[in-house]
């Protein structure tokens, strides 16, 4: 792919990107036969969560595929997705603390605290700021190799963040499980890579020595 | 009486809603087939008929939820576990014809036809604030008549504590149930006290209708002090029961849903407080409003639980 390929496609998927925001602003005021249904603000809430977790599945997806295709373009990709996730989360936080709550603090403090679904979303929201935070280019320089250990943080969100899905179901957990499978696939890969790649670096200079011991 | 000309309590407490309500009808039928959420309410309409009513006591005079409202944001898990599952999904049911198997201890049991069962009874128009275990409360124009009215004819002896009652088993017609999230069928209980309040309904109707299917057709029990999970729907069996009967949540989680269910405020649910209710309509930027204990109607149940431990008996 071509630096200038690559350019328009990164505004593409930017504004594909927007497309659930979008349909939301429109089902809020009701336009083009879209609706958010009789309890508009659980709907906003659940939509922009599921929303946060799908770009977060999307974005731990962009490693395992780009090893699979040998597309390394792929990578350019992964931040604004990663970014798009943290949106996503922050909006569907700011829907509940600011429409349902109506940032009572009181309320707010006392939900984190008493139910569990809310302290593990909340801490993977918290996990997620420095992750966006040092997301630019000068940081990454910045940290250097430190930089990479940081974002290894994203496996800890997205399982926090997957697990506050399935304990918030009532009891019908099949979507949940849907996400709850997708992460397991994605997480098992690189599991997987790093025991494969753990093994070959193992076997690999006792091969290449067996080789010039015994040549054929 | 006829049913045309007469004023109906909800016109009288909230006009401006009913109105809302007619305006939304016509707009339905204008709106038909632009699209799915918009014709939504078209459907809805369709397969109700009007009922003669009466008023009856006890009504609130907080303004209804919209017909809207009421028929498409159900809780209603053999239609799907959606909110607009069982407004999707309930559409072809067929409520007739319906019997009901009165059982257990009465002198009376037996099959009985939906005419036997409703008929002799005069239809009330009961407003009731309707609060759910997840948080959220409606104001719903029922139609139906005292659940105790009914059990009486069937005559309980002495022996019978309590009541339970069965939902109609048929994956066929309830798709919901061709997916084990519950244990089928579904099972609610009351004492033969709760049952024999004057309070509780045995609800045929909704907003001078017959009850839509997914709202539970063609009879649903409301106990308006209960959590709604209580008041079960499409009801084909009676028992009158010496012990207390095991109910369908209860069974599925034990630590979060109890036999009583009744609406308290001060007992929250594991996972979320039942301080504050949302009420449904009332708009992106309403403030939720404080849940009351048995939803308002303390005055006419506390005395049902004296002296038993709610916190326990949740």
């Given at each position: 792919m071509t630096a200038s390929s690559i350019r328009a496609l990164k505004v593409v998927v930017f504004g594909l990107c927007l497309v659930p925001l979008a349909m939301l602003a429109l089902a809020v005021f009701g336009v083009g036969g879209l609706s958010l249904g009789a309890n508009p603000i659980e709907e906003l809430i659940h939509q922009l969560g599921k929303w946060g977790l799908k770009f977060l599945l999307i974005t731990l997806a962009v490693t395992p595929l780009r090893k699979l295709t040998g597309w390394n373009w792929l990578i350019r990709f992964r931040r604004m997705l990663g970014l798009f996730a943290f949106f996503y989360v922050l909006l569907h936080f700011l829907v509940y603390a600011g429409l349902d709550q109506r940032f009572g603090l009181a309320v707010i403090i006392e939900d984190i605290a008493k139910r569990p679904f809310i302290t593990i979303g909340m801490a993977a929201l918290l996990l997620l700021l420095p992750l966006a935070l040092t997301s630019t280019k000068g940081m990454m320089r910045r940290l250097g190799k430190r930089w990479q250990k940081l974002h290894r943080l994203v496996y800890v969100i997205a399982i926090l963040g997957v697990w506050h899905f399935y304990w918030q179901v009532k009891l019908d957990t099949l979507e949940a499980l849907i996400y709850v499978s997708i992460l397991a696939v994605l997480l098992g890969y690189r599991l997987l890579d790093w025991w494969r790649r753990k093994r070959w670096k193992a076997a690999g200079p006792r091969s290449s020595h067996d080789r010039i011991a015994h040549p054929r | 009486?006829?049913?045309?000309?007469?004023?109906?309590?909800?016109?009288?407490?909230?006009?401006?809603?009913?109105?809302?309500?007619?305006?939304?009808?016509?707009?339905?039928?204008?709106?038909?087939?632009?699209?799915?959420?918009?014709?939504?309410?078209?459907?809805?309409?369709?397969?109700?008929?009007?009922?003669?009513?009466?008023?009856?006591?006890?009504?609130?005079?907080?303004?209804?939820?919209?017909?809207?409202?009421?028929?498409?944001?159900?809780?209603?898990?053999?239609?799907?576990?959606?909110?607009?599952?069982?407004?999707?999904?309930?559409?072809?049911?067929?409520?007739?014809?319906?019997?009901?198997?009165?059982?257990?201890?009465?002198?009376?049991?037996?099959?009985?036809?939906?005419?036997?069962?409703?008929?002799?009874?005069?239809?009330?128009?009961?407003?009731?604030?309707?609060?759910?275990?997840?948080?959220?409360?409606?104001?719903?124009?029922?139609?139906?008549?005292?659940?105790?009215?009914?059990?009486?004819?069937?005559?309980?002896?002495?022996?019978?504590?309590?009541?339970?009652?069965?939902?109609?088993?048929?994956?066929?017609?309830?798709?919901?149930?061709?997916?084990?999230?519950?244990?089928?069928?579904?099972?609610?209980?009351?004492?033969?006290?709760?049952?024999?309040?004057?309070?509780?309904?045995?609800?045929?109707?909704?907003?001078?209708?017959?009850?839509?299917?997914?709202?539970?057709?063609?009879?649903?029990?409301?106990?308006?002090?209960?959590?709604?999970?209580?008041?079960?729907?499409?009801?084909?069996?009676?028992?009158?029961?010496?012990?207390?009967?095991?109910?369908?949540?209860?069974?599925?989680?034990?630590?979060?849903?109890?036999?009583?269910?009744?609406?308290?405020?001060?007992?929250?649910?594991?996972?979320?407080?039942?301080a504050r209710e949302r009420r449904i309509g009332a708009g992106l930027f309403a403030e939720k409003q404080a849940t009351l204990m048995f939803n308002g109607y303390a005055e006419q149940v506390a005395s049902l639980y004296s002296g038993l431990d709610l916190r326990k008996n949740y």
């Open positions: - | 009486m006829n049913s045309s000309s007469k004023i109906r309590s909800w016109e009288i407490t909230s006009e401006s809603n009913y109105l809302n309500r007619r305006q939304f009808i016509q707009a339905a039928g204008l709106a038909a087939g632009a699209g799915a959420a918009a014709a939504l309410p078209g459907r809805a309409l369709a397969a109700v008929r009007e009922l003669d009513t009466v008023p009856g006591p006890y009504s609130t005079d907080e303004a209804p939820n919209s017909w809207e409202d009421i028929t498409t944001y159900n809780n209603f898990y053999e239609f799907g576990t959606g909110k607009e599952d069982p407004y999707r999904n309930a559409q072809d049911f067929q409520p007739r014809p319906w019997s009901v198997k009165v059982s257990g201890e009465c002198e009376k049991p037996g099959n009985y036809d939906y005419e036997d069962i409703v008929g002799p009874n005069t239809l009330e128009d009961r407003v009731y604030r309707h609060r759910c275990v997840e948080a959220w409360s409606m104001v719903v124009p029922w139609v139906g008549f005292p659940l105790g009215d009914l059990l009486k004819r069937f005559e309980p002896n002495s022996d019978a504590k309590y009541v339970r009652f069965k939902t109609l088993y048929d994956p066929q017609r309830m798709p919901g149930q061709r997916r084990a999230v519950l244990r089928w069928p579904y099972v609610e209980g009351l004492t033969i006290a709760e049952a024999m309040h004057p309070l509780t309904l045995m609800a045929v109707g909704v907003y001078g209708k017959e009850l839509p299917n997914q709202n539970g057709a063609p009879l649903r029990l409301v106990i308006p002090w209960k959590y709604g999970f209580k008041g079960i729907k499409s009801i084909v069996e009676i028992e009158f029961a010496r012990r207390q009967p095991d109910t369908s949540w209860e069974m599925a989680a034990p630590h979060e849903y109890g036999f009583y269910a009744n609406v308290n405020p001060e007992v929250d649910h594991p996972r979320w407080s039942q």
